[in-house]
């Protein structure tokens, strides 16, 4: 555990990339093997079930400090974070241990599902064996919350690196769901990936850049394929020999999630992998639903008989990736494109999949005319792929743009403040905004913590402490003076908010210094962007 | 009819109405008794200052011409109703807590202070009182320092290390104090410079008699590499920093001594790729340790997390309350000085 607090240090101390990837580097060499397996797990998302709940941790911690409970909340309202807390309060360890990093994996993951005192038993003995470093590492495992600071995609360059091996090859070979605490070092470096061997692994999935300004930049649009950005959820479906998976961008397993689509495992011939986007489908419209209908389908193990019969899914598919047991990312667009519609085109009707529509064009400016429709087809905007480029692995900038259309935006004031996490610790960040209600007082609506620099936030957490009306434990109510321009996607009806309103992805634009609370929206003129109809021209997107 | 307290607490700062005296005030007052030489602690204006003989010279260049009188440590002089004496509270060099008798009833103010001896302040005196009031900067149970030997040890290894990379070592440190005590603490592992926020308060306490090794002032393009040079935080940040490397230095390594840095969220934010948890106050357990040395069964808290520390203090049985201060109307703001 030394040398991995010894890595987590080192990648700390830097926000170098080539430093980043050389600290890792050398850890997937000079690591025990169990440990750089375990390594490449974690920074790849995969952890073991939660050891103990976050109640359970701080009560624990409280105990073996002396302290009482408040100050423990009040410590963690100023650290930010309670794996540090925890770290920071007990006592300096009175039997010092250094195991390896798979020893302690192998320890935390046998105690899901022990009795509490067992648990408590276990991890207070991990406390007092652990410096404050490790200690830290150690709560985040525990907790679920792990983060290194290092991206997935760092992670994999470096494991290449230390590995000698390719690093789209690596890439492939850390898809799907593997388990650190079973494999080994030569799965994840050696030997041959993909292809019908590899049971239901999924491919790295392609990335588009974000498309500033306009297209023109891109050149000749002759060389360019448009489709719809649809705003569901990106999958992968495998089939292959005894093999049947749909994995989401995540690389989570979402083949239980939708019934509907189990019989894509009998339709498509084995050796099959395609790209595509779930969504609930309007079959009467022959639009999507929007992305809150999907949504309520998710998070749900098991779908009832009447969800499946109201916000039925469909698969609008992007991408063949494999065809006939042959990986086909090599291949320019045009040819996997073919590909795609002709395997679909032979599919039976009434097989929930299709290609998504290319849209024809006639030059940039026919096409941002097209983009102007998108909310009104139930799309977030366009994709734009480069017709000749492979497939590309991960977020590579050049084959494949997004280019969505602008959000709506609202003027709100800020009525809740509270402070963030991790690097944004005591700093207020994360605010509860309100539009006017038309009777001279303000309805909660939207949170959102993201968008102003450092700077504003260090103003604004000055102020907010300066004026803080009533506390509620971390959250703190202040005078509505403050104005945001906020934007977000979407706008649904919501019974569970005060408002009667939920907001996708809503996000701070800018502090509107110039504008008084008095001139902020209503909520009428929010819930006009309700009556939006499906198929309606759009309107304009800026204020409401 | 009970007597008016031996101090009391107004929009000016602390205040002994027997005395006719302010303690650390932040506006001008006809006299002030002051702990140490910190710009929120002496400030310009007043018409009167009381310090400790070894604060004055500090005091003296940063505020110019003042009427001051020094005092000797544990030197006893009466004023108005009451016995004021100083006595070291180990924050930085010269720097006091100051007593007040009246009559035996005896009221400490401690100033900023630090319990463990740093090799270079006078170190901290417990001094029996029957109100105490403290300082808690760090008053939380998430901050609690390491050894200072062990936090040394940690920086010298980091200046090691620039060194045969063949980079300048650059730290920020708060020019009185924490500067001079990181330089008397380290090894002589090779030349050292200092910005000029830095070299004069070394100068003067060099002078006073404290035991420095030698420091040069750091000039654009002079630092040669395997160098440390001590700035104050700010001018980590600005081209100072930057223009500093002779030819032949591979770059500036900075890093940053702080109790602040405790937190990776703050040091995160800050963008500090090298934070040494060095602080010049005291920690949760020596916040503790002092308030039961003094024996006082009556604290006031202030500058920092006041509200929880006091709330804590209460559970422990003692009779607490908050001061407000003009320099944090609220605990813990990590942005602001230590």
């Known amino acids: 555990m030394k040398d991995f607090a010894a890595l987590f240090a080192a990648l700390d101390a830097t926000t170098r990339t080539s430093d980043k990837v050389a600290a890792l580097a050398d850890y997937f060499r000079a690591a025990p093997p169990a440990d750089r397996v375990w390594c490449a797990g974690l920074l790849s998302g995969r952890r073991p079930k939660r050891a103990a709940g976050a109640a359970e941790l701080r009560a624990w911690a409280a105990e073996a400090a002396g302290l009482p409970d408040w100050l423990m909340e009040e410590s963690h309202s100023v650290a930010g974070d309670l794996a540090e807390t925890i770290a920071l309060v007990l006592p300096p360890p009175s039997a010092r241990q250094d195991r390896p990093l798979a020893d302690w994996m192998a320890m935390l993951s046998a105690l899901p599902g022990r009795p509490p005192a067992e648990r408590r038993a276990a991890v207070l003995a991990a406390w007092d064996a652990l410096d404050g470093?490790?200690?830290?590492?150690?709560?985040?495992?525990?907790?679920?919350?792990?983060?290194?600071?290092?991206?997935?995609?760092?992670?994999?360059?470096?494991?290449?690196?230390?590995?000698?091996?390719?690093e789209t090859e690596i890439a492939h070979r850390l898809m799907g769901d593997w388990d650190p605490a079973a494999a080994t070092w030569d799965d994840l470096?050696?030997?041959?990936?993909?292809?019908?061997?590899?049971?239901?692994?999924?491919?790295?999935?392609?990335?588009?850049?974000?498309?500033?300004?306009?297209?023109?930049?891109?050149?000749?649009?002759?060389?360019?394929?448009?489709?719809?950005?649809?705003?569901?959820?990106?999958?992968?479906?495998?089939?292959?020999?005894?093999?049947?998976?749909?994995?989401?961008?995540?690389?989570?397993?979402?083949?239980?999630?939708?019934?509907?689509?189990?019989?894509?495992a009998r339709a498509l011939p084995p050796g099959t992998v395609i790209d595509g986007e779930v969504l609930a489908w309007d079959a009467a419209a022959g639009t999507p639903m929007p992305f809150a209908v999907l949504q309520r389908r998710i998070g749900r193990k098991t779908v009832p008989r009447r969800v499946l019969a109201e916000a039925p899914v469909r698969v609008l598919a992007y991408d063949l990736l494999e065809d006939k047991g042959r990986d086909l990312r090599g291949q320019p667009f045009d040819a996997r494109r073919a590909g795609l519609v002709a395997l679909l085109s032979a599919l039976p009707a009434g097989v929930p999949v299709a290609p998504s529509p290319l849209l024809d064009f006639d030059g940039w400016e026919a096409l941002a005319a097209r983009r102007?429709?998108?909310?009104?087809?139930?799309?977030?905007?366009?994709?734009?792929?480069?017709?000749?480029?492979?497939?590309?692995?991960?977020?590579?900038?050049g084959p494949w743009w997004k280019w969505k259309i602008d959000p709506h935006t609202v003027d709100a004031v800020m009525l809740y403040a509270q402070a963030g996490h991790g690097r944004r610790a005591n700093l207020y960040t994360d605010y509860t905004f309100g539009v006017a209600d038309g009777e001279g007082g303000f309805v909660p609506f939207a949170k959102a913590y993201s968008g102003l620099t450092d700077a504003e936030f260090g103003e604004i957490t000055r102020w907010v402490r300066a004026n803080t009306l009533e506390r509620f434990g971390p959250v703190r109510r202040v005078p509505p003076v403050l104005v945001f321009e906020l934007a977000?996607?979407?706008?649904?009806?919501?019974?569970?908010?005060?408002?009667?309103?939920?907001?996708?992805?809503?996000?701070?634009?800018?502090?509107?210094?110039?504008?008084?609370?008095?001139?902020?929206?209503?909520?009428?003129?929010?819930?006009?962007?309700?009556d939006v109809p499906v198929g309606a021209a759009p309107r304009t997107p800026r204020g409401i | 009819m009970a007597r008016e307290p031996l101090l009391t607490f107004t929009d000016r700062g602390i205040f002994c109405p027997a005395g006719g005296f302010h303690i650390d005030p932040w506006r001008p007052v006809d006299r002030a008794v002051i702990t140490h030489g910190h710009s929120d602690h002496a400030r310009p204006g007043h018409g009167a200052y009381l310090a400790t003989q070894a604060a004055l010279p500090v005091m003296r260049h940063r505020l110019g011409e003042i009427a001051a009188e020094g005092l000797g440590w544990g030197e006893e002089r009466r004023i108005g109703d009451v016995a004021?004496?100083?006595?070291?509270?180990?924050?930085?060099?010269?720097?006091?807590?100051?007593?007040?008798?009246?009559?035996?009833?005896?009221?400490?103010?401690?100033?900023?202070?630090?319990?463990?001896?740093?090799?270079?302040?006078?170190?901290?005196?417990?001094?029996?009182?029957?109100?105490?009031?403290?300082?808690?900067?760090?008053?939380?149970?998430?901050?609690?320092?390491?050894?200072?030997?062990?936090?040394?040890?940690e920086i010298a290894a980091w200046w090691r290390a620039n060194a045969a990379a063949g980079r300048v070592s650059l730290i920020g440190a708060y020019g009185l104090g924490k500067a001079q005590r990181i330089l008397a603490a380290l090894p002589g592992l090779g030349p050292v410079f200092t910005h000029g926020a830095v070299e004069a308060p070394t100068a003067i306490l060099r002078a006073q008699g404290y035991r420095l090794p030698a420091t040069a002032l750091a000039r654009a393009g002079g630092v040669p590499a395997g160098a440390l040079v001590i700035a104050p935080p700010s001018a980590l940040a600005g081209p100072w920093a930057a223009r500093l490397p002779a030819p032949g230095a591979e770059g500036v390594a900075q890093g940053f001594a702080s109790g602040w840095m405790a937190l990776r969220g703050i040091r995160r934010r800050r963008g500090v790729t090298r934070g040494f948890v060095l602080s010049d106050h005291a920690d949760w357990p020596g916040l503790n340790a002092a308030i039961a040395a003094t024996g006082a069964p009556r604290v006031f808290v202030t500058h920092g997390y006041t509200a929880p520390f006091s709330r804590w203090l209460t559970d422990q049985g003692l009779d607490a309350a908050v001061v407000p201060t003009a320099f944090s109307a609220e605990g813990g703001d990590p942005e602001g000085a230590e």
């Open chain 1, 133 to 166: 470093a490790e200690r830290l590492l150690f709560n985040k495992l525990v907790t679920g919350g792990f983060r290194m600071g290092v991206s997935r995609g760092l992670m994999t360059r470096a494991l290449a690196q230390a590995a000698g091996r390719a």
């Open chain 1, 189 to 264: 470096t050696a030997g041959e990936p993909g292809g019908a061997g590899a049971g239901s692994r999924p491919y790295p999935f392609a990335l588009a850049s974000a498309l500033e300004g306009g297209a023109e930049a891109l050149g000749d649009p002759a060389g360019w394929r448009a489709e719809w950005k649809w705003d569901g959820i990106r999958a992968q479906i495998v089939v292959r020999p005894g093999a049947f998976a749909i994995w989401s961008r995540g690389e989570e397993l979402m083949t239980d999630r939708f019934p509907e689509l189990a019989v894509l």
């Open chain 1, 372 to 397: 102007a429709q998108a909310r009104g087809r139930g799309a977030e905007g366009l994709v734009l792929k480069d017709a000749a480029a492979p497939y590309p692995a991960g977020r590579r900038r």
């Open chain 1, 488 to 530: 977000f996607e979407g706008i649904q009806e919501s019974p569970r908010h005060k408002a009667g309103v939920a907001l996708r992805f809503p996000r701070m634009l800018r502090w509107r210094r110039d504008k008084p609370a008095a001139e902020i929206d209503t909520l009428e003129g929010l819930r006009r962007l309700l």
């Open chain 2, 84 to 153: 004021v004496s100083l006595h070291p509270a180990g924050h930085v060099p010269g720097s006091a807590q100051v007593r007040v008798e009246r009559g035996g009833e005896v009221w400490v103010v401690s100033g900023d202070y630090k319990v463990e001896p740093d090799g270079l302040s006078e170190p901290f005196e417990p001094v029996r009182a029957h109100a105490f009031v403290s300082e808690c900067t760090f008053g939380l149970p998430i901050f609690r320092w390491r050894p200072q030997a062990e936090v040394m040890a």
